[in-house]
């Protein structure tokens, strides 16, 4: 099985200047921030990542100013698009820009499994051989892949090297997956990484998601590999209720940027238009959640 | 402002024999626990109550049980259903069979808001004077309620007597409420209870949620209630992986009946074909999560 | 391959008088009219036929009425319910009420192959050995079914003894279903005919569909199963801007509902609320569209 | 009102050769064969264009030859986008290449009332003064635009120079829109113009839609416009089987494309992958369809 998706994959942010322009300094201090707390790698251009709210030119900037920073570290970019041409456009610029590879999800709009093989066909008939994140997240793309759909596709497609299982309950599904994938394919779980100590005693290598205290995923999923399981609860315990209310899609990526400008991480916790603002009161709740955060880590040691 | 929705309402589970017959006498002893462990009302027949598979007979035999076991609490029924003409019928059914109440979201399908203004016209003008909470459930019901559609409905529908709140996030959209409502309306909300903190610091009057130590929902109403915000958080953390691991839609209920048979509130964990079944895997899930829950809660103390 | 499902199976409206009551009498002149233009069999209760407003016993009601009018042809129930159990005890009063059989669509909700599975292993293990139409219709469940689920479906349950296909484009994928299906299983289509001519020539059985002058669809259809060809095209072309005028789902309806009053066939155009009304522009357009087609009816004797 | 927007607007193809690149030259051929028929005006880059599957080079290139060769006529390109940023980028991009405006629909997975206000804020704030058809259909957008919301956006956004009216039943939503809109818009329709009658008799300013034989849509606004009602409704029934058979999405493009090409106006009838690819079966239909279209207008000659 690959080696290269093993560990945290840091889904990472977009930084923005107070004004909405694309903060290309804040991508080199974050990066450090990702890569100081554990990543092995770094999934841009997500959802999570703002990629619908980026031209062209500023997410090729975006992919080239990370991996110039990742230290080596593979660098996958999220290229879905409702146009194959685009997709596959977009692929050859981001691999042509440094990027390790792809995370692809079915189009929404997609049906049946007839459907979803042919979309695929196409899709991988054009981007040649790109190692890619074949990702499942059925809430955000409308479209339900079975698990024998998905041991299919990578049956038929030499370039997927890896799943990102986002379906619910996600633990349920990825042993069945186990059982009927026809080759090795690390399998990373996303969902902001709220049932990872599940999925981890179902068999993954690892989280693909974001969080401000990205040390949190990568010391659960050391622990957990250690055998040190009570100990991994115990991390995760500590960080949950904020990791929950990060766990609130867009509006949960604000509140991650606000605790990321917190830290340190970033300059600006701006969000581009259109997308949440976050009021004095939800400051209020941040406040409360990062400082008793704060304190149980303090505790622990 | 109703003295009647201040507090824990129980989103109540329908308990069925192992071969899957309605088993009323399970309805008395969870009954007795849901009282015990602080209910200051229950809601039956929804979505987490197998609703949808439960014959019209079944349904008014376990509204019965309950009422009658409820130690006069209010019983909240879920009458939602595609059939205006049945939702009126299942309504007054259940008002004679002792409910106090009814719970209603709007059809699946519903596109404009004068389309909402239509449907919510037929059904009130069909129920006549019965105290009705309008739920807000986007996720599952496909249906968007702006705050100003929610206070046009409160306005011209004196039946509202309580909103049940499940959009996400949550919080915001009870700030914004509160101050759009042309009448005082009590807020209870949803989602298995995973924002509780936040949507009391926002100024609601309890959750309307199921879980399978309800204590905690009590006891963290009563903590918030009581100026003691840090104990209401501890509390709440104590409990917090196993709410999660519940809070997996259908899945997550077969989680509850299944920690709810261990605690001896019901006889049998089975859930009604379709649906999910726990495999071995599952239960060792379930086994860890809630000896570390129990671990905590005793260490407490 | 069954003869029962051979022909027009008219999918009958339930009549109501101005103020909404169930117009039992209405059933006995429009179930007259349906014969003598030609229907071999009759569909109640469904969409079309506003089952969602009708309660239980005014369903049982209309099932009956229908069936002792119909002179021995069969009547199929529509049963297609969110909860399998009631589905299953509707399934069981319709029989009892003198259906031949009944139809049944995959509840909105089914995502994968292995759900839609479950489902029907569900709803074919209770309802017994009943005469099922499956019914085929994405853009109303939301649920597409491909070709290969189709033929495992009619595999697994022999109770399901004829297909009502309304996917778009529905030729191509009854061409394919023909090749696919593991025994002769008789397609009827429905999408209100307007695509009849077309499912004619890629082998259907015949339509399944309502319209205000049913002796086109029969006529069609006895002109195409009599290879005459272009008077088919002919006889459905004159048809074509009034059958079109009707496709527009429940407004359609309520088009319908106006002409068959003006052709003596129930006393009232009345839909239950919620639901469409009519206005003065809209009756405009139906008096220019029927004069129109009366007099290219006329012309064509 | 605006004179620009009157008459008939072609949803125009992009041109394939048979291996799948884009064809320029069947550009210049179908525009003037657009023109000769009857075009008022073009709208290209829409879902009936294949606009997903063109990178954005073959978008722009596309853009320019339909521009060169329009005789003058305005050029209308669809640019909507999930990204708001692509939008206004490729809005940019397609003026400067000499598009008279855009036309925009709101993005899939807007829900209330404030997220489409939200969503529409942020797109006129970037694109500036570019005229703009704002697109209601539903059906392909899933977000629901009632008539208040539209009147709404038409006051607050005066770049909003037309609207394209595609919900179900059009004709009542069209009455009730005039009387709304707070100052005088043009209002033209789609749905591939089956409604094209009723639409015109409630008071639109054209047809905006795609047709193998486009001078039966310019033919029937202007004898419509012209007061000949009857013979408007005789052009329109004339090739209404054909019209109705190309109503089928994606498949009907397909279907038109055929035709097209065997009309000369394009090379190649190929459609872009993934996409559909008719049978020997579809085009017996086609060839079925289209002898009995020449037939009758020859005969109406």
Redesign the interface.
């Known amino acids: 099985m690959s080696q290269t998706f093993s560990g945290l994959f840091v889904v990472a942010q977009t930084p923005f200047t107070d004004d909405g322009a694309l903060d290309l300094e804040s991508v080199d201090t974050l990066c450090d921030f990702y890569i100081k707390h554990g990543a092995a790698g770094l999934t841009v251009l997500g959802v999570a990542g703002e990629?619908?709210?980026?031209?062209?030119e500023?997410s090729l900037a975006t992919v080239r100013r990370y991996v110039a920073r990742a230290q080596g570290k593979p660098v996958i970019a999220g290229v879905s698009n409702?146009?194959?041409?685009?997709l596959a456009?977009l692929t050859k610029d981001v691999v042509e820009a440094g990027a390790y590879g792809v995370m692809i999800a079915p189009a929404?709009g997609l049906?049946?499994?007839?459907?979803i093989f042919?979309?695929f066909?196409?899709v991988f008939s054009r981007i040649g051989d790109v190692p890619t994140v074949l990702q499942d997240f059925?809430f955000s793309t409308g479209v339900?892949?079975?698990?024998?759909?998905i041991a299919r596709l990578v049956e038929r497609h030499p370039q997927i090297q890896a799943i990102k299982e986002e379906d619910?309950?996600s633990?349920?599904k990825i042993?069945r997956m186990r059982a009927a994938l026809p080759r090795p394919v690390p399998i990373l779980t996303g969902n902001n990484g709220?049932?990872l100590?599940?999925e981890l005693?179902?068999g993954i290598e690892g989280p693909m998601a974001g969080f401000s205290y990205p040390e949190m995923l990568s010391g659960v999923y050391k622990l957990y590999s250690a055998g040190k399981?009570?100990e991994a609860?115990d991390l995760?315990?500590t960080y949950?209720?904020l990791l929950?209310?990060e766990n609130?899609?867009q509006?949960?990526v604000a509140v991650r940027k606000e605790v990321l400008k917190r830290r340190g991480a970033i300059r600006s916790a701006t969000m581009?238009?259109?997308g949440?603002v976050l009021?004095a009161?939800?400051l209020?709740?941040i406040d409360?959640l990062v400082s008793?955060v704060e304190k149980a880590v303090a505790e622990r040691k």
Do not use: C
């Open positions: 990629a619908a709210k980026l031209s062209m500023e409702p146009s194959v041409a685009q456009a929404t049906k049946t499994e007839e459907d042919s979309y066909n196409a059925p339900w892949l079975s698990v024998p759909t619910i309950p633990a349920a042993t709220v049932f100590l599940q005693a179902h399981v009570q609860h995760f315990d949950l209720p929950n209310f609130q899609s509006w949960g581009r238009s259109p949440p009021t009161a939800d209020k709740d409360l008793r």
